[in-house]
């Protein structure tokens, strides 16, 4: 019986007839080599985010470890709360005009790049620079860019005389947006050219051949043709995009502080300033619990897609 | 005839605009950190009122006055010695963990490894911000603030996930014959792990490698939450958060600090990217 399942399972019927030792139990084998990693991501990737949860309905304060419960209170302030509120708007604008733009220079730069010209291979090079470096220090390059005294910017408009008077990126609500959303663009939409490149590769010559010979105009084989066959893989593009800027805080925080007067927090560095700066776990953590939805639809589309593919094999 | 060959031309002449503009915004913000780190001072702080002072090429000779500065005169270099001690744990951490279970999903646990396996990838997308504040308190408790092992703890949880996603693919690419063949041979799984599978998986381990030691050092939240002390921090750390005394900003040190860490970064993460990228997307895209 044992004999003949062991032949059905694996390919290689000599180990069947050797006594099995640990070294060729392979379910057993397969659990002790997977345990490790299992172990550490619930210790500390699933503790911690049950620990969230039950912070944000307790007082819990960063000088103590006294957890009292207070059930939904933390939500009720934070929700009447106009600095939340403001922030909630913020974490929407930002990532759908981020997505938004993102997913239009990604696309475009990624038809270039399927072109051929010479240069190319540099190209593609220099345009992932932006994604590679280190966030934080990419930041404050653009910090001194917006200078309110030195910016580069400011003199180039001034040059052009395109500018009258003078911007004060970080003084003013509406220009520090249009700051923050102009380095997160410029950070991920590399990110994103680089996987709607990986679908395009993906798309079969012979179509796109085919819609030549019928005549197709660029604009309709365009739309008609390669945004059609580019949607799983610009879908995928978006879902990482909407994760990393919904969550992101280092961009805010390195940028603004959130400031001025708290107009450009986002959920994440509101949470920050209440949690860690304000020494108030619970509200902080409240906070960034509101960022759950958006995860959980995200993980639920990707798992959607992944079983897809793994029915369409 | 002639209309088509101007069409044609019209096409060249705009894939090459784009493909420029493209270029220039991605690489100014670098070539902003170049200029800066090398400008005399004099060059460098004329306000941008004034319009016949040009800030984007050098005026003056360019000077290492502030490279100097950098080295000689701010912890910058304690910064790479912590950031390069973490690394080199977590890199080991996470090899240890995720390329075992990587092979375990590839191999060994069949239709419930798969689901298992995209499970683990989910977890890469619980994001720093919902667990820094439970994280905050655990590191609390362990006693471990303001030390580089509440890092060490830390960022395996970003890096095996990712790690062990990656390593799955790899293995997965690797022939099942010549496995079974080293079986058939009079080999135990676990002989064939160690003497045929590895040896073969060595661009997938570097590739791993090269991964978690980046994310180590663009990692920044995690860092601001629990490190305070300047001699403690990270390179990505220290440097927007340390290199100012008062409200006086170094940006000539500042800079040159950004440069020379980012570079060798990009560097080596371009030559690594089609992996990653490949890693990333398997499962949506097939192939």
Same mark, same amino acid.
């Given at each position: 019986?044992?004999?003949?399942?062991?032949?059905?399972?694996?390919?290689?019927?000599?180990?069947?007839?050797?006594?099995?030792?640990?070294?060729?139990?392979?379910?057993?084998?397969?659990?002790?080599?997977?345990?490790?990693?299992?172990?550490?991501?619930?210790?500390?990737?699933?503790?911690?985010?049950?620990?969230?949860?039950?912070?944000?309905?307790?007082?819990?304060?960063?000088?103590?470890?006294?957890?009292?419960?207070?059930?939904?209170?933390?939500?009720?302030?934070?929700?009447?709360?106009?600095?939340?509120?403001?922030?909630?708007?913020?974490?929407?604008?930002?990532?759908? @005009?981020?997505?938004?733009?993102?997913?239009?220079?990604?696309?475009?730069?990624?038809?270039?790049?399927?072109?051929?010209?010479?240069?190319? =291979?540099?190209?593609?090079?220099?345009?992932?620079?932006?994604?590679?470096?280190?966030?934080?220090?990419?930041?404050?390059?653009?910090?001194?860019?917006?200078?309110?005294?030195?910016?580069? *910017?400011?003199?180039?408009?001034?040059?052009?005389?395109?500018?009258?008077?003078?911007?004060?990126?970080?003084?003013?609500?509406?220009?520090?947006?249009?700051?923050?959303?102009?380095?997160?663009?410029?950070?991920?939409?590399?990110?994103?050219?680089?996987?709607?490149?990986?679908?395009?590769?993906?798309?079969?010559?012979?179509?796109?051949?085919?819609?030549?010979?019928?005549?197709?105009?660029?604009?309709?084989?365009?739309?008609?043709?390669?945004?059609?066959?580019?949607?799983?893989?610009?879908?995928?593009?978006?879902?990482?995009?909407?994760?990393?800027?919904?969550?992101?805080?280092?961009?805010?925080?390195?940028?603004?502080?959130?400031?001025?007067?708290?107009?450009?927090?986002?959920?994440?560095?509101?949470?920050?300033?209440?949690?860690?700066?304000?020494?108030?776990?619970?509200?902080?953590?409240?906070?960034?619990?509101?960022?759950?939805?958006?995860?959980?639809?995200?993980?639920?589309?990707?798992?959607?897609?992944?079983? %897809?593919?793994?029915?369409?094999? | 005839? =002639?209309?088509?060959?101007?069409?044609?031309?019209?096409? %060249?002449?705009?894939?090459?605009?784009?493909?420029?503009?493209?270029?220039?915004?991605?690489?100014?913000?670098?070539?902003?950190?170049?200029?800066?780190?090398?400008?005399?001072?004099?060059?460098?702080?004329?306000?941008? @009122?004034?319009?016949?002072?040009?800030?984007?090429?050098?005026?003056?000779?360019?000077?290492?006055?502030?490279?100097?500065?950098?080295?000689?005169?701010?912890?910058?270099?304690?910064?790479?010695?912590?950031?390069?001690?973490?690394?080199?744990?977590?890199?080991?951490?996470?090899?240890?963990?995720?390329?075992?279970?990587?092979?375990?999903?590839?191999?060994? @646990?069949?239709?419930?490894?798969?689901?298992?396996?995209?499970?683990?990838?989910?977890?890469?997308?619980?994001?720093?911000?919902?667990?820094?504040?439970?994280?905050?308190?655990?590191?609390?408790?362990?006693?471990?603030?303001?030390?580089?092992?509440?890092?060490?703890?830390?960022?395996?949880?970003?890096?095996?996930?990712?790690?062990?996603?990656?390593?799955?693919?790899?293995?997965?690419?690797?022939?099942?014959?010549?496995?079974?063949?080293?079986? *058939?041979?009079?080999?135990? %799984?676990?002989?064939? *792990?160690?003497?045929?599978?590895?040896?073969?998986?060595?661009?997938?381990?570097?590739?791993?490698?090269?991964?978690?030691?980046?994310?180590?050092?663009?990692?920044?939240?995690?860092?601001?939450?629990?490190?305070?002390?300047?001699?403690?921090? @990270?390179?990505?750390?220290?440097?927007?958060?340390?290199?100012?005394?008062?409200?006086?900003?170094?940006?000539?040190?500042?800079?040159?600090?950004?440069?020379?860490?980012?570079?060798?970064?990009?560097?080596?993460?371009?030559?690594?990217?089609?992996?990653?990228?490949?890693?990333?997307?398997?499962?949506?895209?097939?192939?």
């Amino acid at each position: 019986m044992a004999l003949r399942k062991d032949v059905r399972v694996d390919a290689a019927p000599a180990v069947a007839f050797r006594h099995a030792t640990l070294a060729d139990r392979e379910d057993l084998l397969g659990r002790i080599m997977l345990t490790p990693a299992l172990v550490y991501v619930i210790v500390l990737v699933g503790l911690p985010f049950a620990l969230a949860i039950l912070l944000s309905f307790s007082a819990a304060s960063a000088g103590s470890l006294a957890l009292s419960w207070v059930g939904v209170e933390n939500f009720a302030t934070i929700i009447r709360d106009s600095q939340f509120q403001r922030a909630v708007l913020n974490t929407v604008f930002f990532t759908v @005009t981020s997505q938004i733009l993102v997913t239009v220079m990604a696309v475009a730069a990624a038809n270039v790049l399927d072109a051929a010209f010479a240069g190319k =291979r540099a190209m593609r090079f220099l345009i992932l620079l932006p994604w590679a470096a280190p966030v934080s220090l990419a930041s404050m390059a653009w910090t001194w860019i917006f200078d309110s005294t030195f910016s580069v *910017i400011n003199w180039t408009l001034k040059v052009f005389g395109l500018l009258e008077g003078w911007l004060y990126w970080f003084g003013d609500p509406a220009l520090a947006m249009i700051a923050i959303i102009s380095v997160h663009v410029w950070r991920t939409f590399p990110f994103a050219t680089v996987i709607v490149l990986a679908g395009m590769a993906a798309i079969p010559q012979d179509i796109n051949e085919a819609a030549l010979i019928d005549g197709a105009s660029f604009w309709r084989k365009l739309f008609q043709v390669n945004l059609p066959l580019l949607l799983p893989i610009v879908t995928v593009s978006v879902l990482f995009g909407v994760v990393f800027t919904s969550t992101d805080l280092s961009i805010v925080w390195l940028l603004t502080r959130g400031g001025p007067y708290n107009s450009t927090h986002v959920l994440s560095s509101l949470a920050f300033q209440r949690g860690i700066m304000g020494a108030d776990l619970g509200q902080g953590a409240a906070i960034a619990l509101f960022l759950l939805p958006v995860l959980v639809i995200v993980a639920t589309v990707m798992l959607r897609m992944a079983r %897809r593919a793994e029915v369409g094999v | 005839m =002639r209309g088509r060959r101007l069409v044609r031309a019209v096409k %060249r002449v705009g894939l090459y605009t784009a493909a420029s503009l493209f270029t220039i915004f991605a690489v100014f913000p670098f070539y902003w950190m170049f200029l800066t780190s090398f400008k005399q001072n004099r060059d460098l702080y004329v306000g941008a @009122t004034n319009l016949r002072h040009i800030p984007w090429i050098f005026n003056e000779p360019p000077t290492l006055e502030h490279v100097q500065l950098l080295f000689a005169g701010t912890p910058y270099l304690i910064w790479l010695k912590n950031t390069a001690f973490i690394g080199a744990l977590v890199v080991l951490i996470t090899l240890v963990i995720a390329a075992p279970a990587g092979y375990s999903l590839a191999r060994l @646990t069949g239709r419930w490894g798969e689901r298992l396996g995209i499970g683990i990838f989910l977890t890469y997308l619980v994001p720093p911000t919902l667990l820094f504040l439970p994280f905050s308190r655990v590191i609390n408790v362990l006693g471990l603030p303001n030390t580089p092992w509440a890092l060490v703890l830390v960022y395996p949880t970003f890096t095996i996930p990712f790690c062990t996603w990656l390593m799955m693919g790899f293995f997965r690419s690797i022939p099942r014959d010549i496995e079974e063949q080293a079986m *058939i041979d009079g080999y135990s %799984r676990l002989a064939v *792990i160690g003497k045929v599978v590895l040896p073969l998986a060595v661009s997938g381990l570097l590739t791993v490698t090269i991964f978690a030691f980046t994310l180590v050092m663009q990692e920044f939240v995690y860092a601001l939450t629990f490190i305070s002390s300047v001699d403690k921090m @990270t390179v990505s750390l220290g440097v927007p958060v340390a290199l100012v005394r008062g409200d006086v900003f170094y940006w000539g040190s500042l800079m040159a600090a950004c440069l020379i860490t980012s570079v060798p970064i990009a560097v080596v993460y371009n030559l690594f990217i089609d992996r990653f990228i490949a890693g990333l997307t398997s499962g949506a895209v097939k192939g």
